[in-house]
């Protein structure tokens, strides 16, 4: 017999064996623990078939398959109903039996009195859920003595949130002391919870009392457990602990927890991503599922920080085939892997190409015939494209080209590009070729079928080469942490923002708009990097700043729209359209023809002065030098003149 056997035969036996206490306790009460010699006739001859008929139902449950060192709410629920069950089956058989006692004398042992049957039910159940409480118990405590023998150092932790989320944490934490964590209690801003203990840890007051709470109880670390709490909340609750000289860590949403898709094992420093200076802007799934459901999807440059992202929201709107385009092989490994796991039942095609490929792209739109195309592939970092302009123009501008044109031949429904803010008065290669981009998808709404539309944000938190990441780096190195100018703002969106806004366009865009996010004000590089100097745990004179000067084609300023756009709301309170003069294509394809002959055999001065001519709001503007490099300039940006003339540039392609 295996061991298995045994070990379920041995639970089985202990089950019988409570219920049958349970039972003998129930007549006992039920007489005041002098159970007169018919009533024992009746207990030794109704027991058997009470027990069996009780731990039947248990069965019929599927309870004893639960393991009882991980009981829960689901088998206690169960083991209710059962017993429930049975007490009802049993009062039913009182009823009809007693009609028959004066009939056959004996029948009165066929059944049980009605004041047993109801002392029995909380018995049998208290019974049954406590044999497995007793050994989650048992199997906790030795898993913490073992795990205490290891030298595991405690940290003594306050949890801020007693609602739900917090609730849930303290529950992990208990069960998990190789974690290291030893909760002290709770802080929570609701009055009527103060005093109160929650699962065995007390509220002790509101965050405004974190500092007098971690001096009386010898905290050294707090945990922010509210489930979806908003930027503005986090931030501050973060301020009032480090105030307070703790650390501060957060957990996932507790949708996640929930779903068991984390656990504390991954709990997370603060991210600068919970502390936007403005709530997030949710927009409208409804309108995107409508439009994406069922339909095939092309997404260009997939494997990018924005380009996978948008796989990832696109798949949960159940297209019917999502197509991953991405030149990087790594890149596009991993975010077709993701997706196999993450979403199996979806259908991906996963296309090594590069969308300046024109042989390759036609084939593509050929086999798959997308409805909806997301134009996601572009070089982004604008010193790189400042050293290599010809290459910007090539990726941005005709791989734009070459995309909308295919997707307009072959008849896509629509097609939304992924511009930037640098595009708007560009003073960067990288800008100016956006913004030709912009122009050439205007152009082609105005005559195609196709819905043609833009998305303009701002910078990306998080995005891949952006200011996070690379201060993280510095920071962890102890740093100095670079910033170009102390005066430098941008604004910021964080990663579901920015793709939730590129489907909420393609689902809105009627032809030739410029959708434009509401990022709020703009913020300055060097807050953020304090910020996240301070939510790394340092003070903010143990990690220095520098100042390092703008780089090449950096402006301090950035715009979200021209003037002349008049930008105008939407259906949505925070995305917005702008609209321009209409282009003329005809006019814009011959101008492109030229540019296309400047990038392949020009100078990098000569692709410089041509997007100059095709961009007149191009200006090669940049601030001053500072002064010094480690301290705090006011400098403001002052504008270059064009480094050749617009119509020399014309001659040259002419």
Partial sequence: MSRTTVFRSAQAALDIAGLFIALWLAFELRFDWDIPPGMWRRLLFTGPYVVAMQYGLLAALGIPRFAWRYVGLREVTRILLASCVASAVLSATRLIAGSVVHVAGFAQYSFLPLGVIAIDLPLAFLGTVGLRALRRISSEQAEVRRLRTQDTEFVRTLLVGAGRGGVMVAKEIAARPELGILPVGFVDDDPLKHGSVIHGLRVFGGVKEVR????????????????????????????????????????????????????????????????????????????????????????????????????????????????????????????????????????????????????????????????????????????????????????????????????????????????????VNPTSVMGASKRVAERYIQSLAAHSGTRFVTVRFGNVLGSNGSVVPIFREQIARGGPVTVTHPEMKRYFMTIPEACQLVLQAGSMGRGGEIFILDMGEPVKIVDLARDLIELSGFAPDEIEIVFSGVRPGEKLYEELSFSEENTEKTRHPKIYIGRTREERGEQLRATLERLAVVSRQGSTDEVKAFLHALVPEYAGSRPAPLESARVPSTARASEDSIPAPAAQALRTVG
């Fill in 212 to 423: 007098r709470i971690a001096r009386q109880m010898g905290i050294h670390q707090a945990i922010i457990a509210i489930s979806n709490a908003p930027g503005s909340a986090v931030r501050a609750i973060s301020n009032a602990c480090r105030t307070a000289g703790l650390e501060v860590k957060i957990i996932p949403g507790l949708y996640r927890l929930v779903g068991g898709e984390i656990n504390l094992t991954r709990l997370r420093n603060v991210a600068i991503e919970d502390l936007l200076r403005r709530e997030a802007v949710v927009l409208d799934d409804d309108s995107i599922s409508a439009d994406l459901r069922g339909k095939v999807v092309l997404v260009s440059g997939a494997g990018g920080s924005i380009g996978s992202e948008i796989c990832r929201q696109v798949s949960r709107f159940q297209p019917k085939l999502l197509v991953l385009v991405e030149r990087a092989e790594n890149a596009l490994f991993e975010i077709h892997r993701e997706l196999s796991e993450n979403a199996p039942d979806l259908a991906v095609a996963p296309c090594i190409a590069d969308v300046c490929d024109a042989a390759r792209m036609d084939e593509l739109f050929a086999t798959f015939r997308p409805d909806a195309v997301f134009h996601a592939a572009a070089h982004k970092h604008v010193p790189m494209m400042e050293w290599n302009p010809a290459e910007a123009v090539k990726n941005n501008i005709f791989g734009t080209k070459l995309l909308a044109d295919l997707a307009s031949e072959y008849g896509t429904r629509s097609f939304v590009m992924i511009s930037t803010d640098k595009a």
